[in-house]
């Protein structure tokens, strides 16, 4: 009578492969996530800073309103918004309890003026002086106003932002290539005899990786598929409790972190194998006792 052969330490040993995996490209897919986010709050940021365009007082609310266009024109304007005199004069007179003009004999205080959100590249010091300078050329404008202390703050903080999230995925991304190296090896390393039998009988060494890569591939996706399912659980669940988390984290966003977590588990877990079965091919047989 034929005996059944035991397959589950085999099975096992493919289970923990792919939960270790997992929680790796888990890790990885977090700092990618992380990352983009990061970088797509800094253009949102930037994006709403405003410089406020103080309009000369000839100009009347057709003009104002063709110089807006005017100024939507410019490569440097994301968003224009125009505010009136008597828009202005309303605001104000809600916000204080009382209408400035009853101090004036009935004189509006406040001229027209357009808020301007320039594009984030140009959201820095240096842009924001040249425009102001280019801007109160223009005779439309009386006056050109930002939070120039604001801006030097907040560049000043997003750059630092960015230093340390580039260092953690640096990091992160060390961490996870030998985390899925050791888990790789681990694995060849429990099957180095067999290897080393099939080398004996003759068998080339393509014919010797084959099964192992194949089997890491099987490997790489199934854990970048889970890994891929559970941060897409974990994304749904923030976006829908918090909507100020879905004007940062965006379908683009999403689209990169899963083909990433997939990219990388293929790569690392094909060139890693690779290495690995090499290495115990190149292996003497008194070595691999050790």
Not at 78 to 85: D, H, N, S
Not at 215 to 223: H, M, P, V, Y
Not at 232 to 260: E, N, P, Q, R
Not at 267 to 274: A, F, K, N, R, S
């Amino acid at each position: 009578m034929k005996k059944k052969t035991n397959n589950y330490p085999g099975h096992w040993q493919w289970f923990t492969s792919c939960v270790s995996t997992t929680l790796v490209l888990l890790l990885l897919g977090l700092v990618v996530l992380f990352g983009l986010s990061a970088r797509e709050l800094s253009r949102n940021v930037r994006e709403n800073l405003t410089v406020t365009l103080l309009l000369d007082d000839d100009l009347d609310s057709v003009d104002a309103r063709a110089f807006q266009q005017q100024i939507d024109t410019l490569t440097y304007a994301r968003r224009t918004t125009l505010i009136t005199a008597e828009q202005a004069l309303r605001e104000e007179t809600e916000r204080m309890g009382t209408n400035p003009s009853e101090f004036l004999s009935g004189e509006n205080p406040y001229t027209a003026s357009i808020e301007l959100n320039v594009q984030a590249e140009y959201a820095c010091t240096d842009s924001l002086l040249w425009i102001s300078k280019e801007l109160r050329e223009m005779w439309q404008i009386s006056d050109v106003v930002y939070q120039r202390d604001l801006v030097d703050s907040l560049n000043h903080r997003l750059r630092q932002t960015t230093v340390v999230l580039a260092l953690l995925a640096v990091l992160l991304m060390i961490i996870s290539i030998v985390l899925i190296n050791n888990t790789v090896r681990l694995s060849v390393y429990a099957r180095r005899f067999t290897i080393h039998t099939m080398r004996l009988v003759g068998a080339s060494w393509s014919v010797i990786q084959k099964p192992f890569l194949v089997r890491s591939l099987g490997i790489g996706l199934t854990a970048a598929f889970v890994a891929s399912v559970l941060l897409l659980i974990g994304v749904h669940g923030v976006l829908s409790h918090d909507t100020f988390a879905a004007t940062i984290v965006t379908t683009s966003t999403i689209v990169t972190m899963v083909l990433t977590i997939f990219v990388a588990a293929l790569l690392l877990t094909l060139v890693c194998t690779w290495l690995s079965v090499n290495h115990f091919l190149n292996m003497r047989e008194n070595e691999m006792y050790k």
